[in-house]
């Protein structure tokens, strides 16, 4: 990049880094034109351990396994205006012309693919009886997604990257900026089963 530029990490827990959570100007950091920046990753362990703490919760973590939900918008809001109503003096501002809530996706997206009537589905095949660890992503920025997998449980083991007291939960709320981790048992019998969010 060839201008200052800071990072606001949001929705990511930032313990001992708050110089990373501010924007420009304020106590960060920012990186100047050709400079690097590293902060680091999500990934941590307890003191002294060099394997993921959780693994013995569960036998397959895998890139198949992250799940990113998104909404996608077919058509942009300023189709919806006509252009009479955006002839502005410079006093007015469009923007309660252009903030037209609810903001409802035409569509959910899991890792990208919808459901459309050209757009094939996602199949994720698992092992009768194996546990797999789903890390779920809120990548959206107003919508929320009830994130449900049919006749399925799921155990919650971590919210933003801490881990948490499990606890086993039919569905799952997530919001912009949170991220999830879940265990899955293959523990019904063989069949397709719906992921929905």
């Known amino acids: 990049m060839d201008i200052t530029t800071s990072t606001h990490w949001h929705g990511i827990f930032q313990r001992r880094a708050n110089w990373a959570e501010e924007p420009h100007g304020l106590p960060s950091a920012p990186s100047n034109p050709t400079e690097a920046s ?5 990934y941590r362990t307890k003191p002294g351990r060099t394997d993921d703490p ?24 300023l189709q919806n205006i006509s252009f009479s109503s955006l002839r502005l003096d410079r006093y007015h501002k469009p923007s309660p012309l252009l903030y037209n809530p609810p903001f409802t996706p035409d569509c959910t997206l899991i890792n990208g693919p919808g459901r ?12 009768q009886g194996q546990r797999c660890r789903f ?11 009830n994130f449900t997998i049919d006749g399925h449980n799921m155990t919650v083991i971590e ?39």
């Open 159 to 197: 919210a933003d990257g801490n881990e948490v007291e499990p606890v086993i939960v039919d569905s799952l709320a997530v919001y912009a900026g949170q991220r999830y981790s879940v265990v899955v048992t293959a523990d019904q019998p063989v069949d397709n089963y719906w992921i929905r969010s």
């Open 116 to 127: 459309g009537p050209s757009s094939p589905l996602a199949v994720l095949n698992i092992t």
């Open 135 to 145: 890390r779920i992503i809120g990548a959206s920025c107003d919508p929320w997604f």
């Open 54 to 77: 959780l693994a013995d919760m569960y036998d397959v973590d895998d890139e198949l396994t992250i799940f990113v939900l998104s909404g996608w918008f077919v058509f942009s809001i």
């Open 38 to 42: 590293c902060t680091g990753s999500l």
